[in-house]
Every structure is written in C-alpha cells, then in structure tokens.
C-alpha cells in the first residue's frame, strides 16, 4: 500500500533499487492472474515461509479470487554461519490439516534451494492432494540442489538483495522496493 509518510533514511543504504514498488505491483497483479488461472474452482491452502514472505504474501493473497487459507511454517536458516551445508529444520510446524489438499508453498527467495527442498519434502509426507511453489524471486545462479519453482515473480542476479520482505539480519524488510545492500552495510 503507498503510503504518505516520508520515505525511511534505511533507503541509502542501497547501492541500487532492483525493483521499484511499481515494478512489484504491477508484477503481482500478473502473478494473481496465474495463480488464479491454475486453481480456478478449487480451494488451496497458502503455506508461507516465515519470516520473509510475510510481505509478499500479504499482497499476492489479495490478489487471488480463489477460496483458500493461510498457515505459515519456520524454518531454521544457517545462511552465511559455521555450518552452512546443514540442512534446513522445520522449528514451527504448521497447524493445517493438508491431507488430500492443493498446496501452494510461498517463500520471498529462492536461492541455493535447500529450504524449499526441505519444506517440500516435509510438506509431501503429509499427503497433500498436490503441492506447488511460488516465489517472488528467484536468484537461479546460486542454485545447490535441483529445484524449480512452478510460479516465479522475477528472475534476478547473483546479488543479496533486501526490502519487500527480504532481509539483513531482520533489518529492511519493511521497504516498500527491492534493492542492493551496499556493501559496507553487510557486515554485523
Ligand atoms: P535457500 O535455502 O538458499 O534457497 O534460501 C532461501 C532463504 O535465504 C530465503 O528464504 C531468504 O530468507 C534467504 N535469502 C537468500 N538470498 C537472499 C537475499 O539476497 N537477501 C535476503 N535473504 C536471502
Ligand atoms: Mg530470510
């Protein structure tokens, strides 16, 4: 939603905007249409991973005409710490019953893919009717497993991005674009 109020001072931080609030907009109506179009006549449960879909899918959910309900699942992430090739763990599970329904699991990013491997192959032993993914963005370059998301807003380089959801350190995600970390910023 725009909003009225000045812009944050978190803004310079940037070293670019990859997407304007505009970009991502207009994106998420196109994006609404598919989803729409996929499930047409059919209920599907949201599964969003938290935190950082939290903005996206606020958005993306308003734009859906389908029925459906919302869970969300946590999921621990050992991003840029010691032991980087430990799988992702599942620390708050979800309360739906998904059995015998059409899921649609959302995440902000796909990156080197092992959380939306795990959280998919938890997610297929609780015998959903089917279970698809969407992402707002997809960062292809850094892919470590093998994994294809069935519904993507964009495709974007091989930069750590924040803003829109997506976050350094839990800093940023309330800007309203998507941009660059300088990189003076990324340090702890
Ligand atoms: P994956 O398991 O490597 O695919 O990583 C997915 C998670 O990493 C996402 O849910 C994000 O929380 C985080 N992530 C990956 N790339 C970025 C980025 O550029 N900025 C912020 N978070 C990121
Ligand atoms: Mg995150």
Redesign the pocket.
């Known amino acids: 939603m725009p909003t009225d109020n000045p812009p944050s001072p978190q803004l310079n931080d940037l070293a670019s905007i990859l997407l304007s609030e505009e970009q991502i907009n207009t994106r998420l109506k196109e994006l609404g249409a598919e989803i729409n179009a996929a499930y047409a006549g059919r209920e599907i449960a949201v599964i969003a991973?938290i935190n950082?879909a939290v903005i996206f899918v606020a958005d993306i959910i308003r734009q859906l005409n389908i029925p459906l309900r919302l869970d969300c699942i946590r999921v621990s992430?050992y991003?840029n710490s010691a032991s980087p090739q430990q799988a992702?763990e599942i620390i708050d599970r979800i309360r739906l019953n998904i059995e015998d329904v059409d899921v649609l699991l959302m995440?902000?990013?796909?990156?080197?893919?092992?959380?939306?491997a795990a959280v998919s192959k938890v997610l297929r032993s609780m015998n959903p009717a089917s279970l698809k993914t969407c992402v707002l963005l997809d960062?292809k370059a850094?892919r470590a497993v093998e994994f294809e998301a069935d519904f993507v807003g964009f495709e974007i380089p091989d930069?750590?991005?924040?803003g829109y959801g997506?976050?350094?350190a839990e800093r940023y995600r309330q800007l309203p674009c998507i941009g660059v970390l300088k990189p003076e910023h990324q340090g702890i």
């Open positions: 991973i950082g992430s991003h992702p995440d902000d990013i796909l990156d080197t893919g092992n959380t939306l960062k850094r930069e750590f991005v924040v997506l976050d350094f």
